[in-house]
């Protein structure tokens, strides 16, 4: 709020009056459309028309569009030194796929349609309406009573605007009486023939405002879209009642006759608004022309007196705020008394009515903002009064222009509300402010006892160390079990929605000084904290003004090491290690290029100390989204130059078109010996959507090794990724059946090989792409272990084939711990929150997931010890990982991927056998495969 503090002008708001609310501008307009054409959907135009007398500068215009649900968005922005000539035309046309299919050549582009029953919208460079068209009631853009949808056919069917007597675009803010069907449309541009306007006479709306006893005068004007002819035009003008009449004294009536002279195109006269010393609601009359003479029609024969009054209300701060985000006392002047300083920041600060004249209603809050623009003077614990003007920045209500004075110092703070398991609310349905977890605590004191930093700082361009996520009960945000919050759980699946978290919000630390600017914090922190509840950019913010850290998470945070007796066994999804070469279909840094040789041998050394120092080098590596045998070989080098170890490296290539692979890193030091290294099923194919395709982009890779006695696998995975599942739409279907395909394929790989050694250790590791729980559509991670449940899934499996069910290490881990990726959500504009500039899109919310599992049958289950996950890049600052990537020390694995890896140790008591390493005759039929040496050239994740 505070360091991000810019001001911007504030139209008052004409509360009643619904005349007013559907004027629109006279000179621009919406002149014809088409949201759908013989192409289909996209092929889409927007014809704009200047009917004024001046060309228009539309540079920072915007064309916003808006669906049936009133959720709207910017589709153009128009470039600087965009304008219209008078008379004539702008034309918008889509260019996306199917777009735009007409003859007359767009002179602006946009690439996102209009949806057929949705509304369009021109707003001026400050974001105001200054014409809308809308096709539904529900749209967010709409004239009167908005017009009818055209429907789904593909034809060459638009709306466009009629003409008044004038020859001019006829709006009168009503767009069933504004507009037609045009069939076929015919759309002009820029170098389209400008129109030859008649002589016409506009009059534009006025306001005037009023402050207190005296009376002000409001000045009409009349204008002609060309120079008067020789004796002049003249017209009748006269006032009429509407919210404001002349016999309650409002307004003295006019009654007159003006004259344009010849050669001029304008003549005004004004209105007398009676002052008033009490306040009163916003009113209007109106001003209609008519008798026009000099050859001259009418092209808007009336226009809107606002009278708007600002006289101070005595009010009290939660009469100011109201319920809503919006104040009900929104650009009126106030005076508020009383009131005790609770936070002073750089620019402003908060103030709260004492407890004793709290409003008993939960729901209206009794802090607010006070916007200063520089250092204010007061102190915490000073009483005020503040005269001031209300205003809603970004839909937080603050006063401006304020004129503050002090009448006491040293005052009782008022109580603070206590954040904390209950407050506030993790029940979307039962919301701590109702519509809303937050608005009805903007701007009071706050109290968190157990607060816990769920991210590291943000970083913006001017803030190396920002923002953090955060939560009050202590827990982390993590991903819960359930289908994702706001999307309808399908027919057959018995589970709830996933909450979506509504717990959890952010954390601003420096704006009020209580911690010095650019701290970093490290996720996993836990503090106590006093402070202030804010709204900043479209997102609630707790700005403490004190902060106590009770137990900072280190960074990065190693593995315990690997205790005496033990086999460790791990995963770590190396997030696209790559070569050089762009030898794939793709590229595998999924980017426009491959890295340079310098940036593989960075990332090299990145990823050696990740597995060195917070791993602590386990004795099998499972590694996902590695490029080839050669780049993996290139870290087992880099491991052995930077730790006593000797690494062998395992990788066979797959199918994905980026050519990313899953692999092992084995330690021959620690008598590890590999029997076989062989792929799982990589030959399966599927019948997608009509076309033979492989069903594995990385083939599941079996490991069969030997330790010093003991026999066991590892299966490495990578399925799938759930990028499209939650969505509702032919991909996310097809996405979801071949993650079905791809979990029963490896449970029937998983079944096979626990039934022929059942009492070996078999383990299933890596990067499942999946929770711990179903996630409605297809649990990957039961299917795997065999505990399938159909009713939660909406895929269906009957009988579960993997028997007896392996068990996921994942449970042993603490609940706060349970996390290996992190995830940011996306809601939209809901709960309060709003689109707020290009940084923010309504409720965004960091959650912490499990992606990376460890599946155990149960001879691993009984050799179990422990399963960790290394912490070096989720929890990190943002700038914390950029500076570390040239550490000079182990610090430079913060940062080296986008997932933590994990370790296991299993019970291993002859690993240590002095006498050196025996082969002890168990039998060899595992499938050897010797050819494990081969370079990999495809295979992704993230399948295209």
């Not at 937080?396 to 954040?419: S, W, Y």
Request: glycine share 10%; proline share 6%.
């Amino acid at each position: 709020m505070e360091a991000k503090h810019a001001r911007r002008a504030l139209w008052a708001a004409l509360l009643g009056i619904a005349s007013i609310a559907s004027a629109q501008a006279a000179d621009l307009s919406i002149s014809q459309f088409r949201v759908r054409g013989p192409s289909g959907g996209n092929d889409e135009f927007v014809e704009l028309f200047n009917a004024g007398t001046t060309t228009l500068d539309l540079s920072g215009y915007k064309f916003n569009a808006s669906n049936a649900s009133g959720t709207t968005g910017t589709r153009l922005t128009f470039p600087s030194g965009t304008s219209i000539a008078p008379g004539c035309h702008l034309l918008l046309t889509n260019s996306a796929s199917g777009g735009y299919s007409g003859s007359v050549a767009g002179d602006l582009k946009y690439s996102t349609g209009v949806t057929d029953d949705g509304g369009l919208a021109l707003l001026d460079a400050g974001g105001q309406p200054v014409d809308q068209v809308g096709l539904s009631a529900g749209s967010a853009y709409k004239a009167g009573t908005p017009l009818t949808s055209l429907g789904s056919t593909n034809a060459d069917k638009g709306y466009g605007r009629k003409t008044n007597g004038a020859g001019l675009p006829q709006n009168t803010g009503d767009n069933q009486a504004d507009f037609v069907v045009v069939t076929p449309t015919a759309p002009h541009n820029a170098a389209s023939a400008c129109a030859v306007m008649n002589l016409s006479l506009s009059i534009a709306d006025s306001s005037a405002t009023v402050h207190g006893a005296a009376n002000v005068s409001m000045p009409f004007t009349v204008t002609l879209n060309q120079p008067a002819p020789a004796g002049g035009v003249s017209v009748h003008a006269v006032t009429q009642d509407d919210s404001a009449t002349v016999a309650a004294g409002d307004y003295d009536a006019v009654d007159t006759t003006l004259t344009v002279a010849e050669g001029q195109t304008q003549a005004s006269f004004n209105v007398v608004v009676h002052g008033r010393t009490t306040g009163s609601p916003d009113k209007a009359f109106v001003v209609k022309l008519d008798q026009v003479t000099g050859g001259a029609t009418l092209a808007r024969d009336s226009a809107i007196g606002a009278i708007l009054y600002d006289i101070p209300v005595a009010a009290e701060i939660w009469q100011i705020q109201g319920r809503e985000q919006t104040s009900p006392l929104l650009g009126k002047s106030v005076t508020t008394t009383g009131n005790i300083v609770t936070a002073v920041g750089p620019a402003g600060f908060t103030m709260q009515t004492p407890d004793s004249r709290a409003d008993a209603d939960p729901l209206t809050s009794n802090g607010v903002y006070v916007f200063t623009s520089a250092k204010p003077t007061v102190a915490i614990g000073d009483v005020v009064d503040v005269a001031a003007k209300v205003d809603n920045y970004y839909h937080l209500t603050e006063l401006k222009n304020a004129t503050v004075t002090v009448t006491a110092h040293g005052a009782t703070l008022p109580k603070a509300v206590v954040f904390g398991a209950r407050t506030p609310s993790s029940d979307p349905n039962k919301l701590s402010c109702g519509a809303t977890n937050f608005q009805c605590f903007v701007g009071m004191r706050v109290v968190i006892e157990n607060g816990m930093i769920n991210t590291g700082n943000k970083r913006f361009s001017t803030e190396p160390f920002a923002e953090v996520s955060i939560t009050a009960n202590g827990k982390r945000s993590l991903r819960q079990p359930g289908v994702r919050f706001s999307v309808p759980v399908p027919a057959g699946v018995d589970l709830p929605n996933w909450s979506g978290n509504p717990e959890v919000f952010k954390m601003n630390t420096d704006d009020f000084g209580a911690v010095p600017i650019n701290t970093p914090f490290v996720a996993g922190t836990t503090f106590r904290a006093e402070g202030i509840i804010s709204y900043d950019f479209g997102a609630y913010t707790f700005i403490p003004t004190r902060i106590d850290v009770k137990r900072a998470a280190p960074m990065p945070r190693p593995v315990l090491p690997t205790p005496p007796f033990a086999l460790r066994i791990g995963a770590f999804n190396m997030e696209r290690f790559c070569d050089s070469e762009f030898n794939t279909t793709f590229t595998c840094s999924g980017d426009s290029k491959e890295p340079t040789p310098d940036q593989v041998a960075l990332k090299t050394r990145r990823l050696s100390a990740y597995v060195g120092s917070v791993l602590k080098l386990p004795d099998v590596l499972s590694t996902e989204e590695v490029k080839s045998l050669a780049v993996l070989q290139g870290l087992a080098k880099q491991l052995g130059d930077d730790y006593p170890v000797k690494y062998d490296a395992y990788l066979l290539p797959g199918h994905d078109p980026s050519g990313i692979n899953v692999g092992f890193l084995v330690r021959a030091d620690r008598g590890v010996r590999v029997l076989s290294v062989r792929q799982l099923g990589a030959d399966e194919t599927w019948d997608d959507n009509g076309s033979t395709a492989f069903v594995h982009d990385h083939p599941p890779l079996l490991l069969t090794a030997e330790v010093r006695g003991m026999r066991f696998h590892v299966i490495s995975v990578h399925p799938k990724a759930r990028t499209n599942v939650d969505k509702d739409n032919a991909t996310a279907v097809r996405d979801r059946l071949k993650r079905f395909t791809q979990s029963v394929s490896l449970a029937k790989q998983v079944q096979e090989l626990q039934t022929r050694y059942p009492s070996q250790p078999l383990l299933v590791v890596g990067d499942f792409n999946a929770y711990q729980f179903s996630d409605g559509w297809v649990d990957v991670v039961g299917m795997i272990s065999g505990k399938y449940k159909d009713s939660e899934n909406l895929l269906k499996l009957g009988q579960n084939i993997v028997h007896p069910a392996l068990w996921n290490a994942v449970e042993s881990v603490p609940e706060n711990d349970r996390y290996s990726f992190l995830f940011t959500e996306n809601f939209g504009e809901i709960q309060g929150y709003t689109q707020a500039g290009s940084g923010n899109s309504g409720r965004e919310v960091p959650t912490v997931q499990v992606l990376d599992h460890a599946l155990l049958n149960r001879a691993a289950s009984f050799r179990f010890l422990h399963m960790q996950y290394g912490r070096a890049d989720l929890d990190a600052p943002a700038q914390t990982e950029a500076d570390a990537a040239n550490a000079a020390d182990w610090t430079k694995a913060i940062g080296a991927s986008d997932h933590d890896g994990f370790v296991l140790d299993l019970f291993a008591p002859a690993m240590f056998d002095p006498h050196g390493d025996h082969d002890h005759g168990h039998d060899n039929d595992h499938g050897h495969d010797d050819d494990h040496g081969h370079h990999g050239h495809d295979g992704h994740g993230k399948d295209h």
